[in-house]
C-alpha cells in the first residue's frame, strides 16, 4: 500500500488506491478542495507524513523583498507570496497511545476518492498499529461551495478485533513547519511564520485564533466546532495556545464500535477589518454551519455541482482518460473560481503555493473562456477584481509614462511583483488579454449592466494604454516596439503579431462599448475624437508578414533569426531556460509555447485559411512546449487546420498535465490553465467554437478515435448544447429562446427543444506537421486502442475503470520527455519546477488496466 | 578657506587653493596618486575629514552575492569589490595634545598641487589650533612610478610664533571605517572589515601588518618605515595590533623648529603566494626604497614623468582649461596603467570605488588608444591581462553554448559580474573592442613577438566567438541578432552598426594574424577552412540601412522606432535612466551615448562623407549624452564632418568631465574613458588621427579659438611630433626612420628632423546640427573668449593662471545640466551616480579669474 498509488480511470471520479509516500505532494494537488475563497490541500487528515502542508485564503499573502543585482527604474521592490494559513485540516489519532501513521504499523488498505458530482474528498484506511491494534478509519472533507467560509470534516474510527483506546485532536494549527523552501533563501527568512498572534481562545468543543500577517498586515480569524457520537466512556476537552488550538476527545472503542466526529471549520480574513469583527464573522459562519450540519452541507454540496454539471458536463466517448480529465479539469476550474468573488484566481488556483500564488495572463486567457460558458457569474467576479485593481493599475501606468492603466504581469493584490521586467513588465499583451476577457464576457452574457459598471471603464483604459504604447511610423502604419508577446522564449521585439492583433481588438472593442454607454464614457473623458484615434490606430495597426517564407513571422524579424539547433539539443536539455541564457533563446528561433499559434485562435479573421495552415506548420518546427500553456492552443489549430490527430495528441497533453504529473510540479499546485485547456481543445479545438461576433460559430469535427463530443454552453441567454458524433453534429436549445448560429460557415437557426442535427464535413488531407526532435506530443500519453503501451484494453468511459500507475520513477517512459516549465523565472521563488531537469527517468507511465471495486 | 575651493587653470598643473569641506570627495579623486600597481586617494595627511578613504591595490578585491528577484541561467552569482585596504597614509599630529583637525581652530591657508610633470602632491598649511598654537605643515606623497609596490610621503610641521610640542603619529590601519555604502545593503554588508589580520609586528620605526581577505583570500602585506629629523628631544616608539600598526615621534618645537619625517610604504599581495613571502616582498621593497631616500624617489619620479612628456605631451593654444585638462588626462591615464603590468585597467583607475573597481570595455576602447601611442607598454600590459583571462573567458562562452572566448562585461578578475544580462552580456561588442586593441596595438608598435604570443589567441577566440553568435539568413546576409550595442538606451536588438563592422574587422584581423603566423594558428587549430568561414562571415556582414531616411539605422529597426518625446522631457528627468524604465528607453529613438556615431569613429571606411554628415546630424537629434562616454565621440566626428565648433564643444565637455565635476559623482573616481576622450577628441578630432591600414593619416583642422595643436605619437619605431595651426599643419620624425602618412588624402614622406608642412584645408560650410532641448554641450563650459560667464579674461596658457570656482552649489549653472550617469545600473553597487538627478542648482559654474601666486 505505500510507495505505491494507482490512480484509476473513472467517468466522473478520481480514485487513488495505495498511496505513495514519496509523491505526497502530487496526490495533495489532485486532492485538493476549493471554492475559490479557501484551499485545503489534500493532506493526510493526520498531518503527518506530508509532501507540502497547505490551506490557502484567497489573496491572504505576505510581502517579500525583490533584490537585484543591478537595480533599475520601475523595478518593483516588494514581492507577494501566498502563505500556508492556520491549518484546520489536522486531525490526530492516537491508537492505545500510538499515534495513526501510515509510515509505521501495517496499512492493509488506503483509498481516496473525489466524485465530482459530490464535491467532497472521502478516504479509507484499515490500519494495523505497531503493537497489533487494527482500525478503520473513513473520513470525508469538503470546503462548501454553497457556505463560502466553511470546511467541513467527517471522521469516523472503527476498532477491529480487539478493544480499543482511541483519542482524536483535532487541531487549528498556525505557522506550521514547511518543508525547505527551494527558491531564494531571503524569501524564505521573510515567509517563516509569518503569522504573528492576536488572540485564541478555546471553549468546549470551540476553539477561535485571530493572526496577522507581519508585514501584509493581514488579520486572519480561524475557528472551529465538532460534534462527537461514540461509546458513553466518551469524554471531550479543548485548549488553546497562540499559535494551536486542540479539541481532544478520547474512549475506549470495542470490536465494532465506532467514534464519529464531525468538524466544522471557518475563516474570516481583512486588510481592514478589527479583531472582534473577524473574530465574530469566523463564529457566526461557523454557528450557521453547525446548523446546517454535515449532511446539509453535503447536499448543498451536491445541488451546486449538479446545477454546473448540468450547465458544463463534457461528454467524450472513445478515450476514457480525457473524460475522466475533462471532468477533472472542470471541477478544478469551477473550485478556483466558484466563490472567489473579486479576488483573483492564482496560476494555481488554491492547490498549491506554486509562481507564489499569483496570478497572470493565463486567467483571463485561459480560464476565463471556460467559466464565461459553464459559471458565468464566477468568471464576471474575477473581472471585477481587475477593476478593483484599477487604481494602482493606473499608479503603474503613471510609473512606466503611459496612458491609461497597465495591469500587473503576476500579482496577488493587484501590485506588479514581476522581478524580471523582459518577461514581466513588457509582457504588456496581458492588459489586452484581459480586455478580450472583458468583450467576450458581455458578449456571452449580455450583462449590459456589467459593461457599463465594469467593463467600460477597464476597455477604456487598457486601449489608452495601447494608444500610448504604440506610435505611427512615416509609413503610417500603428507599431507597437519593444515588448513581449506570449512565447517567454522570445522578449523585447517590435509588433509581436499576437500583441498587435489582441490589441488591435482592445482599442476597437473600447470604441465600440464606448458608443454604446456615451454618458458613461463621457464621465471617463471620452469623447468622439479619442475613441476615432483609437480606430485609427486599430485601422493602421502594422501585421508584419514574411513574402519570402509566406508566413507570420511570431514579431518583426522573427523568421530572420538563426534557427535553434534542435539536432543537437539533447533531451537532457529541456526545458532550455534551465540550460541556455535568455540571451541564446531570444535571439534565435525556438518558441517556447504558441504565441503565432495563439494570436490565430484567438483573431482568426486576420489569416486567411492558407495562412494558417502554412504558418501553423512552421511552427510547429519550432516550438518545443516548454509550458504548459501550450498544448491546448496547438490543439486547437491543429484542429482547425485539419491535423485531428494531431489535435488529439495535444489535447491529452493538456489534459493529462496534472493526472500524469507531466512537469513533475504537480506537488507545488495544479496548472489551472492547462486543465482549462483540456476545455478548450475540446469545445474549441473538436467542437470549433468561435464566438467573437454577433452570431456564434462551430465547426466541429472528431479525429480517429473519438466517436462522441458533447458539451453545453450558457451563451447569450440560452443553454445550448452541441453533439458532435463522426458524421452529424447536433445543436439543441434547452433553455432560451432560439438562437442562430454557424455550422462550418452556413447559417443555421435553432429553435428551443428542436435540435437540429447537420453533417460535418471530412477534414482535409494534410501532412502531419512535423515538430522539433523529441518534442512531439508525448508519446507515452498516446490515446488508448492505439497499441503501445498506454492503458492496453482500457474500459469503455461508461461505468468501467482502468488504472494509470503512479509512482516516483517506477516506470520509465517511453518518449523519455523531460519536465517542462511553466512560466518565467527559473528558481527564484517558483522553486522547482522543472528541477534540474534530467528527469526523464521520472516520467511516470501507464501500466496495465484493472477493474476498480 | 573651509568651504571654499578654488581650483586654479594652469598649464602644468592641478591646485587647490582653500579646502571645502563639502567636497572633499571631488578633491581626494583629483588628487590621487597612483601608477597603476597602487592607488591612494587624495585623503588628508590626518585622514580626518574625508569624502572617502581609500587606498587600492590593483586586482584586490572581495566577492559578494548577486541577488536576483527572478534567477535565470547563466546569471553571475559572484560579484566582486574593490576594496579599502590596509591605509598607509595616515599622519596624525597633535599640537599640544589637540589633533590637528581642520574643522576646527583656524585655517590660515591650505593649498594642494601635483605639477605633473613632478608626480608629487604636495600640500601646505598654515592653521592656528583652537588653543591658539600656530603651525605650518608642509606635506610631499608620492607613489612611484620607478619603484611600482612603493609609495612615499615627506611631512614637516615648524612651530610659529611660540614653542609647541608636537606629536607625529604614522599609521597603517586596516578595515577603516567608511561611510555608509549608498547602495545595495547585501553589498555592504558582505564588504565590511573585509581583511583578516594574519600577523603584525612593530619594531623601531618598522611596521608590518599581513591580512587576508575574508572570501576571495587574497593575502596583503603591508609596510612602513620611517625617517626623522628634528630637535634632540626628539622621541620615537612604536606599536601594533592586529588592524593597526603605529609608529609615533613626540618632539617640543621652539618658533622656527621644524620635525621631519619621510615615510616609506611598501604593499605586497597574491592569492597564491605564503604570508613569509608576502610580508618578505614587502619588506625587501621597503629596504630598497629606503636606500633610494625620498630625494632619490623624487628624482626617479621625475625621470619617469619627463620620458612620457617628451613622448605624450599635447599642447593646445587658445584654450587653457583644456591645455590644462589634457595633461591633467594624459597624467591621470598614465597612473592608472604605468605599472598595472598584466592587471586590468579599471574604469576610475585607482582613484576610487566607483563601479565597483571594475575594468570595462572602456580601457580597450578609450584608454587604450591613448596608451598606445603615448605608453605602448602599458597598453601591451592591459592587453596581456586580457589574454591571461583568458581561460575564464573560454569558460564563459562554453556556458553561453558559442564557441571561442567571451569577455566580460565588467570585472576585476576576469570572472563576468554584470548582473544585468540586456546590458551585460549581451554587450558582445567588448569582444570586438579587445581585439580591436590587439590589432591596433600590433600596427602601432610593429611587435611581431606580442602578436604571435598574445595578440593572435585573443584574435582567434573572438573571432570564433563571432563566427558562433552569428548565422548567414536565406539571402546570405550574416547576421548578429539580439545584442546591444556601445549605447545603453537600447538592447537586444538585431544587427547593431557598431557591433557588426567591429566584428567583421575583428574577423578579418584574425584572419590576417593566422596567415601571418600559420604555425602558432595552426596548435590553436586554426587552418585555412576556419579562416576562410571567417572571411566568408566577414564579407556577408549584414550592415542595415533606412533607404528612406538616408541613414544608417543603429540597429535593424532603429529609425521605426518612435522617436522619443525631447519636447516633454524636463531638465531633472536627467539622467534618463533614473526617470524611466529600460522598457521605454529600450523601444524608442533615444540614444545614451555615441553607438552610430562611434561606429562611424572607429569604421570609417564603411562610410561615405555624406552617409558621415547626414548620420552625424541625425543621431545628434537624438543623443542626450547620460554617459561620460561619448562627449569625446562626438568631439571626433563633429570635427570630421566639418562642425568644428560643436567639436570643440564636445571637447570641452569630454575635458572638463571631473575637473568640473560635470556628473557629481567625480567623488567616486575619476572616469578615465573621458580623460582620455579629452586626448581623443584632440588627436582623433582635430588632429584627424586615422590609423586602420599600413599608413597613418591626418586631417588636422583647428577650429575658431584653438590657435594651436601639437601632439607627439610613438608609431612604427618613430615618435612624430604633428603640430596644427590654423592655416598649417607640421609634421616632424623626431626619433626613428623616414615615413610615410596622408594628410587629407595627400601622401607625404617625412625624412627625420625634416619637419614638412602642410596647407590645412578650410573646413566646410555646414549648418550647426541641433541636439535635443537642453542636451546641447554644456553651454557653461563655452571656451573663453566666447563671452558669457565663463573665464572672462582668462590668461594664456603660457604661464598664466586662472581659476575655477569650486565650493557645492555655489554658482548656478547656466544651462542647469544636471548629472549624467556613466555605465549601466541605477543604484546598485556604483550607489549615487547622477543621485535624484535634481541636481540643477548644484552645477558649479566659471567665476571670474584669478591670478595664482
Redesign the interface.
Known amino acids: 500500500m505505500i510507495d505505491k498509488a494507482s490512480y484509476l480511470i473513472e467517468p466522473w471520479a478520481i480514485r487513488e488506491s495505495g498511496v505513495d509516500l514519496y509523491d505526497l505532494g502530487r496526490s495533495e494537488s489532485l486532492f485538493a478542495l476549493s471554492n475559490g475563497h479557501i484551499g485545503l490541500r489534500g493532506n493526510l487528515d493526520e498531518g503527518d507524513p506530508h509532501g507540502l502542508p497547505g490551506s490557502y485564503l484567497n489573496s491572504v499573502h505576505e510581502l517579500r523583498p ?11 521592490e516588494s ?1 507577494q507570496t501566498v502563505i500556508n494559513v492556520t491549518d484546520g485540516k489536522i486531525i490526530r489519532l492516537l491508537v492505545d497511545d500510538e499515534p495513526f501513521d501510515i509510515r509505521y504499523g501495517e496499512l492493509l488498505s488506503h483509498q481516496r476518492m473525489i466524485d465530482f458530482r459530490e464535491g467532497v474528498l472521502t478516504r479509507d484506511v484499515e490500519w494495523v498499529s505497531p503493537a497489533g491494534q487494527t482500525i478503520r478509519v473513513h473520513s470525508e472533507r469538503l470546503v462548501s461551495f454553497s457556505q463560502r467560509s466553511i470546511a467541513a470534516f467527517y471522521y469516523e474510527v472503527e476498532a477491529i478485533g480487539d478493544p480499543a483506546r482511541v483519542v482524536i485532536q483535532s487541531e487549528l494549527v498556525a505557522n506550521e513547519q514547511l518543508p525547505t523552501w527551494r527558491g ?1 533563501p ?1 524569501a524564505a527568512a521573510a515567509l517563516e511564520s509569518p503569522l504573528i498572534s492576536e488572540r485564541h481562545r478555546a471553549d468546549g468543543t470551540k476553539v477561535e485564533t485571530v493572526h496577522i500577517t507581519r508585514h501584509s498586515e493581514i488579520r486572519v480569524a480561524a475557528a472551529m466546532d465538532h460534534h462527537f457520537e461514540g461509546p458513553d466512556s466518551l469524554g471531550i476537552s479543548s485548549e488553546s495556545e497562540p499559535d494551536a488550538g486542540r479539541v481532544t476527545a478520547t474512549v475506549v472503542l470495542l470490536p465494532g464500535q465506532k467514534l464519529r466526529m464531525v468538524k466544522w471549520l471557518a475563516y474570516g480574513w481583512s486588510e481592514q477589518r478589527s479583531l472582534p469583527a473577524l473574530r465574530d464573522q469566523a463564529v457566526a459562519a461557523l454557528v450557521a454551519a453547525r446548523q446546517t450540519g454535515w449532511g446539509g452541507l453535503v447536499r448543498e454540496q451536491k445541488e451546486y455541482l449538479d446545477a454546473f454539471w448540468a450547465r458544463a458536463d463534457v461528454e467524450v466517448d472513445g478515450d476514457p482518460e480525457v473524460q475522466q480529465a475533462v471532468r477533472f479539469a472542470l471541477f478544478h476550474v469551477l473550485q478556483s473560481a466558484a466563490r472567489a468573488e473579486r479576488r483573483a484566481i492564482p496560476a494555481k488556483g488554491l492547490t498549491g503555493p506554486g509562481y507564489d500564488g499569483h496570478a497572470f495572463w493565463d486567467s483571463e486567457t485561459y480560464v476565463l473562456p471556460v467559466l464565461t460558458y459553464t459559471a458565468p457569474a464566477a468568471a464576471g467576479d474575477a473581472l471585477r477584481w481587475r477593476h478593483a485593481t484599477l487604481p494602482l493599475a493606473r499608479e503603474r501606468a503613471e ?3 503611459l496612458a491609461g492603466a497597465a495591469f500587473p504581469w503576476r500579482t496577488i493584490h493587484g501590485e506588479e511583483c ?6 514581466g ?2 509582457a504588456f499583451h496581458v492588459n489586452a488579454d484581459i480586455a478580450d476577457a472583458v468583450a467576450r464576457y458581455v458578449n456571452v452574457t449580455e450583462d449590459e449592466r456589467f459593461e457599463r459598471e465594469v467593463g467600460l471603464e477597464i476597455l477604456v483604459e487598457t486601449a489608452r494604454l495601447w494608444r500610448s504604447l504604440g ?1 505611427h ?2 509609413d503610417g502604419r500603428f ?1 507597437i ?3 513581449t508577446g506570449p512565447d517567454e522564449y522570445s ?2 521585439a ?1 509588433n509581436n503579431v499576437y500583441t498587435n492583433l489582441m490589441a488591435q481588438r482592445n482599442l476597437i472593442a473600447a470604441a465600440d462599448a464606448a458608443r454604446r454607454h456615451p454618458d458613461r464614457a463621457a464621465e471617463l473623458g471620452v469623447d468622439a475624437e479619442v475613441t476615432a484615434s483609437w480606430r485609427d490606430a486599430a485601422e493602421d495597426m502594422f501585421i508584419p508578414y514574411d513574402p ?2 509566406g508566413v507570420h513571422p511570431q514579431s ?2 522573427f523568421t ?3 534557427v535553434w539547433d534542435f539536432e543537437h539539443t539533447t533531451a537532457e536539455q529541456y526545458p532550455l ?8 533563446l ?3 528561433q525556438v518558441v517556447k509555447q504558441a504565441d503565432l499559434v495563439l494570436a490565430m485562435q484567438r483573431c482568426g479573421d486576420a489569416f486567411t485559411m492558407d495562412e494558417k495552415i502554412r504558418n501553423f506548420a512552421y511552427y510547429e518546427a519550432l516550438t518545443v512546449r516548454d509550458s504548459s500553456l501550450s498544448a491546448c492552443c496547438q490543439a486547437v489549430m491543429a484542429a482547425e487546420c485539419g491535423h485531428l490527430s494531431l489535435a488529439h495528441d495535444y489535447l491529452r497533453e493538456a489534459a493529462l498535465m496534472d493526472l500524469r504529473d507531466i512537469e513533475h510540479n504537480t506537488g507545488d499546485g495544479l496548472h489551472m490553465a492547462s486543465l482549462a485547456g483540456s476545455w478548450i481543445a475540446l469545445v474549441e479545438g473538436f467542437g470549433g467554437l468561435r464566438d467573437g461576433g454577433e452570431v456564434i460559430a462551430f465547426s466541429p469535427r472528431l479525429p480517429e478515435g473519438l466517436t462522441r463530443l458533447a458539451f453545453g454552453l450558457c451563451v447569450r441567454g440560452r443553454h445550448l448544447r452541441v453533439e458532435v458524433s463522426d458524421a452529424t453534429a447536433t445543436y439543441t436549445v434547452s433553455e432560451g429562446p432560439a438562437m442562430t448560429l454557424l455550422h462550418h460557415g452556413q447559417t443555421v437557426r435553432v429553435q428551443p427543444g428542436e435540435p437540429v442535427s447537420l453533417d460535418v464535413p471530412p477534414a482535409p488531407v494534410l501532412e502531419r506537421p512535423r515538430q522539433p526532435a523529441g518534442r512531439e506530443p508525448l508519446r507515452f500519453l498516446r490515446p488508448p486502442g492505439e497499441g503501445g503501451p498506454s492503458n492496453p484494453g482500457a474500459g469503455s468511459s461508461a461505468g468501467g475503470a482502468a488504472s494509470v500507475g503512479g509512482g516516483h520513477g517506477g516506470h520509465s517512459g517511453v518518449g523519455g520527455h523531460p519536465g517542462v516549465g511553466g512560466h ?6 517558483t522553486g522547482g519546477r522543472g528541477g534540474s531537469g534530467s528527469t526523464a527517468g521520472a516520467v511516470p507511465s501507464a501500466t496495465g488496466s484493472t477493474v476498480d471495486g
Open positions: 525583490l533584490p537585484y543585482a543591478e537595480a533599475g527604474y520601475g523595478y518593483p514581492g531564494d531571503r510609473l512606466l509614462d514581476s522581478g524580471y521586467w523582459p518577461a513588465t513588457a506610435h511610423d512615416l507599431r516596439d519593444g515588448v522578449a523585447i517590435d519570402h517564407l518583426e524579424g530572420e533569426h538563426q531556460l534551465l540550460h541556455f541564457p535568455y540571451f541564446d531570444y535571439r534565435k518565467s523565472g527559473v528558481g527564484g521563488h
